[in-house]
């Protein structure tokens, strides 16, 4: 089974900084990587795939890179509506599925 | 537009059983396989399993096996998941979203908003 570690838990910065959060997989998952953000209250929504692959209508400042065991999800200029818990995910081996832990981003 | 709509929230005793209904529009329902996650309070998002819309065939996590069963309705676009022998540690809003199959099997780009099910005497 593979184990997604997060961190930080949680991360502050300031408004127009950059923001970086990391996923480590305890195993290879190649690029097999996405990324989810979940604001409260509603279900998450999928930011990048394939590691570097913004979603649809995702923004620019989002970007993903990494692959193997170390991936990291960047926002390039933090604005007040990224406010959110952030989930990476795992689907490198059919059909499982690994979500980690989350890393809460908050505004300083 | 592309949804998934779900049933409304529960409310069960230890023990029992909780259906869960999630209905796709908007798209071709048998071209996604429908996944189901679910998320306790203030937790994060634990994935339990996949149905395959066209022949209703279902893998489950380990940590559900034996008690979850996921069916599907393709008359009427609708795949149904069952959890049974709820304990307390079982409250938590069940999210149904939809994936495809292939090598971005995990990109789950639509959800549905979620169900609410609380476990309680």
């Known amino acids: 089974e593979i184990v997604m570690t997060q961190s930080p838990a949680t991360l502050s910065v300031s408004p127009g900084e950059r923001a970086t959060l990391s996923c480590r997989a305890s195993q290879s998952v190649s690029t097999k990587l996405a990324w989810y953000q979940q604001k409260p209250g509603q279900p998450p929504r999928l930011l990048i795939y394939?590691?570097?692959t913004r979603a649809t209508g995702v923004p620019a400042r989002f970007s993903g890179s990494g692959s193997g065991t170390e991936f990291t999800l960047t926002l390039s200029s933090l604005q007040s509506e990224d406010v959110a818990v952030y989930y990476c995910?795992?689907?490198?081996?059919?059909?499982?599925?690994?979500f980690g832990q989350g890393t809460r981003l908050e505004i300083k | 537009q592309v949804q998934l709509v779900q049933s409304g929230a529960e409310v069960k005793k230890p023990g029992a059983s909780v259906i869960v209904s999630c209905t796709g529009s908007?798209?071709?329902?048998?071209?996604?396989?429908i996944h189901w996650v679910r998320q306790a309070p203030g937790q994060g998002l634990e994935w339990m399993g996949l149905?395959?819309?066209?022949?209703?065939?279902?893998t489950y996590a380990q940590n559900f096996q034996g008690r979850v069963s996921m069916t599907t309705d393709m008359s009427t676009n609708t795949v149904y998941m069952e959890l049974s022998s709820l304990t307390f540690e079982d409250t938590a809003v069940f999210y149904c979203?939809?994936?495809?199959?292939?090598?971005?099997?995990?990109?789950?780009?639509?959800w549905g908003p979620g169900t609410l099910v609380a476990v309680s005497s």
């Open positions: 908007g798209y071709m329902f048998s071209a996604y396989y």
């Open positions: 394939a590691a570097s």
């Open positions: 979203a939809r994936g495809e199959g292939g090598i971005y099997y995990g990109r789950f780009d639509r």
């Open positions: 149905i395959d819309p066209i022949d209703g065939s279902a």
């Open positions: 995910q795992e689907y490198n081996k059919w059909p499982s599925i690994t």
